[in-house]
């Protein structure tokens, strides 16, 4: 048959298709499809209709799929079934087996799958080709693994090459020969010499459901580190097998307060006001670590920082935490290292249209991720393409925006592989998925892609069984998304399913006409929607309103020497912008809301004392303005000082550092321009000018003549003082005072000497003129005796 001519080839392939749709018909096998799980909005990848739907209440058992080898069938292999049934009646089931049946017909619809896989009804068209060894009694409540095996040649599958594929068979829980029910599952049948195959990348997202869960709920984040979400995300995400879409706030762990301990020798004053430290979240730094350490040779593709929305930051004008989360993201890869392939950001199905997409692009998306049926005219084509296109913009600029399609089915069933679900039938119905894709007919390679959604519980051992199984698939070869996004820019396919160039078989160009929205139907198969839902973008008023915050963070930071307390606050408002909280705009509030009271709180700490008022009496003067400092690290601010009526004028203010918890001091020099009162408003600023504290009002009285006209009165004052002096000691000098001679110097001896010594002959000839006065009457009261060797007037008398 792989000689037959391609004509050929077409008819029989167009022959046998028509045969299994009969033959389904006519054995009765399928029931009624399964209800629909997709509502208008709901997220691409969110609900998984073609899961298997639980038993019927009234079930007697239920049943539960253990093991399915091989993962493919070779003509000498024997297929092995393993199931868990569980008794849910009342009653003792007497000798319970488990019965093997099968359709020989090669599955080519992928619809079939999901019909298949959802009927949980008994089996029992035809004869069982196998059954379990040694029936025995179940009691209720009692669970017992019943095995079946049934050798390649027992099944009957042709051994031509060109029928290799998928292949439905049941497994029936019997009691003694009634059906109980069944389970539907699919062996891979690889006959000898086929050798169709298929590429398959899975792209894993590594990211957080909450960034901030870190400071907001520690115990939380503590548990989803060890056994949670991040736990099961770092053990599936170091595999080699998957790339990652990766949120580079996991690489930033953040900074988390640190209770500091005193030293002994620490003052008491000290003890009680420890300075606080911070340091990263040990968790996250160990998650950070295995990251960059695991990278390895993988693709990495960067999601938004926090997975910020930026869409919602842009219809907000809210630009500044788009610019945040930008440069918070290239900070985060230069430091850890890593260089991730382009800014991926996705698209929910039902909201893909030229609009939507138009969005990404102004975003700045460097690639978008849409899941594939919005991207073809036929959701349910019969050939599979690629997982990869590129639009091109309507906005005029030529732009155009590669594209990665994960195929939605696929993407669903691998978010299926939880610890509280069927993992086994959900590994088999994913490689039932791609053996049907590769064996459809075409010559063109393709490259398909899975995105599981980031809500997914995935756990890992199930979702690694399943990966190892692809592994061991010789129908699957594992592949890179790093080859989809080159061959996207390289404008490297073909739209034709049988071109044998070598050229992968992709979507090719897509403009805004071709964008569909789509979700899952009622048949288990994603498919087109009338129109496309609004998105539900963030609360605009709380985007700006964080905007506003981080920039009062940013000023607070310029003065700050440590701004370690601002990371609390700076991780809740990126959060706050998260593509997580659309649709439920509480979270976003709240985060925004805590940021904005811790920015108020620390800005708070920053004052200026006011005072009471001040008098100005000279022409110039510095005029002391108290700076109070409560943070906890020291701070540099500057002064602006402004007046209300243009009585002064304010001279230059040097920047102040003022140490934690601490006052200091700012001069603040004012000259004197006119007397009167004049309003002196104080406020602090950055160095560049980016105020910091409330205006403070002081009032200020101005008068420099009160200096002069004080001077003039202190000098009238010591002048009066000195001449009452002198005139009090003429007026009492005579009488107070010792005689003594007085007269001019003599001028012969100051020119011989140089001392000043008085002129005798002058004194001698005033004495001679006293003696010619007649005497003074005699004190008849006193007797004078007078000497007359001494007396002058005793030698003068006749």
């Known amino acids: 048959m792989p000689s037959s001519p391609l004509p050929v080839r077409l008819v029989l392939a167009a022959l046998l298709t028509a045969l299994l749709l009969a033959s389904s018909v006519l054995v009765g096998g399928l029931s009624s499809p399964a209800p629909a799980a997709h509502a208008a909005g709901a997220p691409a990848q969110s609900a998984a209709p073609s899961a298997p739907p639980p038993p019927a209440a009234d079930a007697p058992v239920s049943m539960d799929l253990v093991s399915l080898t091989p993962t493919s069938l070779d003509p000498d292999g024997t297929l092995t079934a393993e199931v868990e049934v569980t008794n849910d009646s009342s009653k003792t089931l007497p000798d319970v087996a488990l019965q093997l049946r099968t359709r020989t017909s090669r599955v080519t619809d992928r619809a079939m799958l999901a019909e298949w896989q959802a009927d949980t009804s008994a089996d029992t068209s035809g004869a069982a080709l196998a059954s379990s060894d040694d029936p025995t009694p179940l009691a209720p409540g009692e669970s017992r693994t019943l095995t079946v095996e049934a050798s390649a040649e027992e099944l009957g599958y042709s051994e031509a090459p060109y029928y290799w594929g998928t292949r439905r068979i049941s497994l029936t829980a019997v009691a003694e020969g009634d059906p109980l029910g069944a389970i539907r599952s699919f062996v891979v049948w690889r006959p000898a010499d086929a050798d169709a195959a298929i590429t398959q990348s899975v792209l894993l997202p590594v990211a957080s459901r909450d960034p901030a869960a870190a400071i907001t709920d520690p115990e939380a984040a503590q548990q989803s580190l060890e056994s949670g979400h991040l736990a099961t995300t770092r053990a599936l995400a170091l595999r080699d097998d998957v790339d990652w879409w990766l949120d580079p706030a996991l690489l930033d762990p953040p900074q988390l307060l640190v209770d500091p301990t005193p030293e002994a020798d620490t003052a008491e004053e000290d003890a009680e006001h420890p300075v606080p430290t911070y340091a990263p979240d040990p968790g996250s730094t160990e998650l950070a670590t295995a990251l960059v350490e695991g990278v390895g040779e993988r693709t990495v593709l960067a999601m938004p920082y926090a997975q910020a929305d930026l869409v919602s930051l842009g219809e907000a004008g809210a630009t500044t935490m788009s610019s945040v989360a930008t440069d918070r993201a290239q900070t985060t890869w230069d430091a850890t290292g890593i260089n991730p392939r382009a800014r991926v950001m996705g698209l929910e199905g039902s909201e893909v249209d030229a609009a939507s997409l138009q969005q990404l692009v102004d975003a700045g998306a460097g690639a978008a991720i849409i899941p594939s049926t919005s991207l073809q005219e036929n959701a349910s084509s019969t050939v599979t393409p690629s997982s990869f296109g590129v639009y091109e913009s309507e906005d005029g600029s030529g732009s155009e925006l590669p594209l990665l399609a994960p195929d939605p089915v696929l993407s669903d069933e691998f978010s299926l592989l939880t610890a509280d679900s069927d993992t086994e039938q959900t590994q088999q119905r994913l490689l039932a998925e791609t053996a049907t894709i590769a064996s459809e007919f075409t010559t063109a390679p393709r490259h398909l892609l899975i995105s599981p959604n980031l809500a997914a519980e995935l ?187 243009p009585l002064v004028q304010i001279g230059d203010i040097e920047a102040v550092e003022v140490p934690a918890r601490s006052q200091v001091d700012a001069t603040v020099p004012v000259d004197a321009v006119a007397n009167g009162t004049v309003t002196l408003t104080t406020v602090l600023t950055s160095e560049d000018g980016q105020v910091l504290t409330e205006p403070v009002t002081v009032p200020l009285t101005v008068n420099p003549a009160w200096e002069n006209w004080t001077t003039l009165v202190v000098v009238i004052a010591m002048g009066v003082l000195v001449i009452v002096g002198v005139a009090r000691a003429r007026h009492t000098g005579a009488s107070t005072r010792a005689p003594a001679a007085h007269g001019p110097e003599d001028p012969v001896e100051l020119s011989r000497t140089g001392l000043s010594t008085a002129d005798t002959g002058t004194v001698a000839a005033i004495w001679s003129e006293r003696a010619k006065e007649p005497p003074s009457p005699p004190d008849t009261d006193t007797e004078t005796v007078s000497d007359p060797d001494t007396d002058p007037r005793e030698e003068d008398r006749p």
Do not use: C
């Open 459 to 645: 756990d890992p051992t199930a979702a690694g069984a399943a990966l190892d199984a692809f592994a061991e698939a010789p129908w699957i070869e594992t592949g890179s998304t790093d080859s989809l996004l080159t061959a996207a820019s390289q404008r490297a396919w073909t739209t034709h399913a049988q071109d044998d160039s070598g050229t992968p078989f992709a979507l090719g160009r897509v403009s805004g006409d071709d964008l569909l929205p789509s979700g899952p139907g009622t048949n288990g198969r994603w498919e087109h929607l009338e129109a496309a839902s609004d998105p539900e973008l963030l609360d605009a008023p709380t985007l700006t309103a964080a905007a506003d915050t981080w920039t009062r963070l940013d000023t607070l930071a310029s003065v700050m020497e440590d701004d370690a307390s601002l990371a609390v606050p700076r991780l809740e408002l990126l959060t706050s912008t998260s593509r997580l909280w659309r649709g439920s705009p509480e979270r976003s509030e709240e985060l925004a809301r805590s940021a904005e009271t811790s920015a108020e709180e620390m800005q708070g700490k920053i004052e200026v004392v006011p005072a009471s008022g001040y008098n100005l009496i000279s022409d110039s003067v510095g005029v002391p303005v108290t700076i109070s400092n409560g943070l906890d690290t020291p701070i540099t601010v500057s002064t602006r000082v402004t007046s209300d009526r």
